[in-house]
């Protein structure tokens, strides 16, 4: 799939972002919620629970997850996310991207602000014409029912994966390894 110069604008490339980490959590949730069904424990945690009748306190249902809100800003230092969300709050998630300085124009533009699903946070390596990134940096995101506290939540962790381009139109995202600055 050839790439043209400027295939998404940051407001687009920030929507795309917040629409797949919001899928993202909803899959893991449901994943959860699964897990739970077949041990029982969404039955044990319904009966125990003492606390907030809020949809995000409920085990035997994964709630809403609305819309991430994306923000990126320049990084300071090192790129990165921060994020972590509980659906206690009915807030909508927050997602802070700290950006290196050429990810409006190098990854937002270009269309890479998403790849395989995941949020790209920075670009580490490209293939030797510039075209498509070869290593970036984007994140693991877990979630899962927290029966002690807070209901359901989710959070994230940098990490760095390689892009496999062999399909084009489905690149895939190689093993995760810890973040480490370049």
């Known amino acids: 799939m050839a790439r043209t110069a400027a295939v998404m604008t940051v407001a687009e490339a920030r929507r795309a972002i917040g629409e797949a980490v919001s899928a993202r959590i909803t899959e893991l949730f449901e994943a959860d919620l699964a897990r739970m069904r077949r041990n029982g ?10 606390g907030s009748t809020l949809p995000g306190h409920n085990p035997r249902a994964v709630p809403p997850v609305p819309l991430t809100v994306v923000a990126t800003s320049p990084a300071w230092t090192t790129p990165g996310v921060i ?7 009915q807030d909508a998630p927050y997602f802070q991207i700290n950006t290196p300085p050429a990810w409006n124009t190098r990854i937002a533009h270009r269309g890479f602000a998403v790849i395989a699903g995941l949020p790209v946070a920075a670009v580490l390596e490209w293939d030797t014409d510039q075209q498509r990134p070869t290593l ?3 994140v693991d995101l877990a979630g899962h029912f927290d ?3 807070h209901g359901w939540r989710a959070w994230s962790r940098d990490v760095v994966r390689g892009v496999d381009w062999t399909d084009p139109d489905r690149p895939e995202l190689l093993q995760a390894t810890a973040h480490h600055q370049r």
């Open 41 to 50: 424990a969404c039955e044990v945690y319904a009966r125990m629970w003492r």
């Open 83 to 89: 994020f972590t969300w509980k659906s206690e709050h």
């Open 136 to 138: 970036i940096q984007t």
């Open 147 to 149: 029966s002690s506290l």
